[in-house]
């Protein structure tokens, strides 16, 4: 109860909660009209089929979770007619999602001891609630449970990271490539306290029964376990209208064709599973070398601004890396790198990075979607080699943020001088 009160008492939760009434108030009606037809389809047949029998339908390739949210849509709204009506009104769950990972980055700020207000830098991002409230996706929804994973991580709230994070999944298999970097930031503390490994395992699985239930009950466990392992490869693009390294590498026409042709002897799936691997090892090390380091030392990670900032760099690196190498992709797969980076920006001081991938992020989705009509999409910043050079630039200068210290190291004492010099004369 004393919880609740000194939410209720909370400014930042009561100024969340308005923006929240005022957005649902301006919803956007529609949405990119595939995913709508996915959302429509799927509710009907639900209602035709039952839950359970859903997945006999080949292009159902949602994890339960969601499924659940669209049978508890279908039991509001009972007729096809009042489904396809009603559709925009799945924003709000998303939106409620959006919202709260917003107030749990403004609780971690105050932690730090930084203005919690600065986190309205990301809300009100079009870049962040375009996904949400123009194209009608639910990213919104795994990437709360990524960000709370994280920051209870961060917070040494190791079990529940886990258990968190385990729902991330449940939401979207793309979580998953997050997964070593909750259990690079939860190693220490399961560490020193072998009881919790157990714990989390015991709780974990009770918690994956009670989320299958209904399908384990009526022996769909093997659908469950083929949805999982075709995720890969269920639309063998290259690119799917995600603008990233393919499309600098082979143009639009190109960059739209089958994964499987070859490159140099290679599939180009081959190739963005290498690329991407490679990156994401660059993208998770600094902070392996980090915590190895302090851990070597018997000193548990300090939750400082130095250390999150770390932490959110290369959870933005690895979305960014997953997106901007990997073939399959679609042009919402960035959409976690928007907060990460933001966070990083906001506590770092450094936007340059959070403003370009917003931009490229805002622009790629417009160019598919055309919702802002008074725009002029023949402009040559909504050229797919533009926003994929933007992407470009942000791997670029993030992993060079990520190295800095490194990069530093190897500069001359005489080199640092001069910049220095030249800096100031630029000043």
């Keep these: ?133 123009f194209w009608g996706q639910v990213d919104g929804i795994f990437v709360f449970f990524v960000v709370c994973s994280i920051i209870l991580a961060l917070y040494n709230k190791t079990k529940l990271s886990l258990l968190i994070f385990l729902l991330a999944v449940n939401v979207k298999l793309q979580a998953v490539i997050y997964a070593p970097l909750i259990l690079l930031l939860t190693l220490p503390a399961l560490w020193k306290n072998k009881r919790a490994i157990f714990e989390v395992i015991v709780w974990g699985v009770l918690m994956q029964i009670i989320l299958l239930l209904p399908f384990l009950a009526a022996g769909k466990f093997p659908e469950i376990v083929n949805v999982i392992t075709s995720s890969a490869g269920f639309y063998q693009k290259i690119s799917f209208n995600a603008f990233n390294f393919w499309y600098l590498l082979l143009g639009p026409a190109k960059a739209m064709g089958s994964n499987q042709d070859l490159l140099l002897g290679l599939s180009y799936s081959l190739w963005g599973m290498v690329l991407f691997l490679i990156s994401f090892v660059a993208s998770i090390y600094p902070v392996f070398k980090l915590i190895k380091e302090n851990f070597k030392a018997k000193h548990p990670f300090q939750f400082n601004k130095a250390f999150v900032a770390k932490v959110f760099l290369s959870a933005g690196m690895i979305a960014l890396s997953f997106f901007f190498f990997s073939t399959e992709m679609h042009e919402r797969y960035i959409h976690a790198a928007i907060i990460m980076f933001g966070v990083y920006a906001l506590v770092k001081g450094r936007y340059f990075m959070y403003v370009v991938i917003s931009l490229a992020y805002f622009l790629n989705l417009e160019n598919v979607l055309n919702h802002l009509t008074s725009l002029d999409h023949s402009l040559p910043i909504f050229a797919t080699r533009f926003i994929a050079s933007l992407y470009a630039i942000v791997v670029v200068c993030g992993f060079v943020s990520l190295y800095e210290e490194q990069i530093k190291k190897r500069i001359p004492e005489k080199t640092k001088h001069q910049l220095k010099k030249l800096l100031k004369q630029s000043k």
């Design 1 to 133: 109860m004393n919880k609740i009160k000194a939410l209720l008492a909370d400014k930042y939760f009561f100024i969340l909660f308005l923006v929240f009434i005022v957005l649902i108030f301006l919803l956007p009606q529609g949405g990119y009209i595939y995913d709508q037809a996915f959302w429509y389809s799927w509710t009907v047949r639900i209602k035709e089929v039952g839950l359970t029998n859903i997945y006999q339908f080949s292009d159902v390739n949602y994890m339960p979770f969601f499924l659940y949210v669209l049978d508890g849509f279908g039991k509001i709204f009972t007729t096809p007619e009042l489904i396809w009506n009603n559709l925009h009104l799945l924003k709000i769950l998303v939106l409620a999602f959006d919202i709260s990972s917003i107030y749990l980055v403004i609780k971690m700020f105050q932690k730090l001891n930084i203005q919690g207000s600065k986190a309205f830098f990301i809300l009100f991002n079009i870049a962040f609630l375009y996904n949400t409230l």
